[in-house]
């Protein structure tokens, strides 16, 4: 049965339905949210806040992720420093390694730099390629990134910036753990000669290896990722000098040449310098030219593939 109330003015001006009550509500409803979007403050993106958004959303995923980017930084060192370090001291098979500037000094010692190295390459690395790989799959969810308002090279910066921190985190990780596991008498031979050079060394070598995974993400094929381990981080660790200081290669002079190529040889010839200075290690500029001249290197290659491949 339908409502009628009388309309304002008397008996004369007729009745007033349902349909008219909710028109004039609807009319109101509108005007209101016509003031609030008036009202509204004008939105000004810049480059820095979609700069730290971005960033932010990668500190989240982070957190949420911290626990098994937390055992996948452990494990591997920590299997490596307690077989070499511990097993193989307490069954009387301690490795020593001989050559310039190694004598007398235990596996433990060259272990520290080598294997915070090979961590810096393996976070920045994964901390890149792999979330890439996600992003640029079918579901292209890379899109909604690529419709910020920041141009495409300043998001392929986050990324790399992104694995960076990973890597740096995951290098410090590291440390105490090939600092403290091992037997007794077998203890690494320690000292930081240079707080700041340490520093500027673990954060160069983070973001040439995140630039280096940019560069990987977006030219592999995502099919075909089991490669990056069998083609391209075991190679790298294996001749990366992480067991053995590359002095100790002179007896082998081509591979000691050879090895020049392989960006994780600065990584861990750096760490030498500074944490373990009695060992034989390169000669610092080497270090910081390699550093720079393949972070700026794998930096550029890597934003040009990265816009190329959001673009196509």
Not at 18 to 29: K, L, P, T, Y
Not at 277 to 290: D, E, K, Q, R, T
Request: aromatic share 8%; net charge positive; glycine share 10%.
């Amino acid at each position: 049965m339908a409502t009628t109330v009388m309309r304002p003015g008397g008996p004369g001006r007729g009745p007033v339905g349902s349909a008219d009550i909710g028109a004039g509500a609807d009319e109101i409803a509108a005007a209101s949210i016509a003031g609030l979007v008036s009202d509204a403050p004008t939105p000004r993106p810049t480059l820095p806040k979609t700069f730290w958004a971005m960033m932010t959303r990668e500190f989240r995923v982070l957190r949420r992720n911290a626990i098994s980017t937390f055992t996948r930084s452990v494990v591997q060192p920590l299997l490596f420093v307690f077989v070499f370090a511990f097993v193989l001291p307490k069954i009387g098979g301690g490795l020593e390694v001989t050559g310039a500037g190694t004598a007398g000094v235990n596996f433990a010692t060259i272990l520290v730099p080598g294997l915070m190295a090979s961590m810096l390459l393996m976070q920045g690395i994964m901390g890149t390629t792999m979330p890439l790989v996600m992003e640029f799959s079918w579901q292209r969810t890379i899109e909604d990134r690529a419709l910020a308002p920041v141009p495409l090279t300043l998001l392929a910066i986050q990324k790399i910036l992104a694995g960076a921190i990973q890597s740096f985190i995951g290098a410090c990780i590291v440390f105490p753990i090939v600092l403290f596991v091992h037997a007794a008498g077998q203890a690494p031979h320690v000292h930081v000669t240079n707080w700041a050079l340490l520093l500027v060394i673990l954060v160069f070598g983070a973001t040439m290896t995140s630039s280096l995974g940019l560069l990987l993400g977006t030219l592999m094929d995502p099919r075909k990722m089991q490669m990056l381990f069998a083609v391209i981080l075991l190679p790298l660790t294996m001749l990366g000098c992480v067991y053995y200081p590359w002095s100790a290669l002179h007896t082998i002079r081509w591979l000691q040449i050879a090895t020049l190529v392989n960006p994780m040889v600065y990584m861990a010839e750096g760490l030498r310098a500074v944490l373990t200075p009695s060992l034989g290690h390169m000669p610092l500029w080497a270090v910081f030219l390699a550093l720079i001249g393949g972070t700026l290197l794998f930096g550029y290659l890597g934003t040009r593939t990265f816009r190329n491949r959001v673009v196509n």
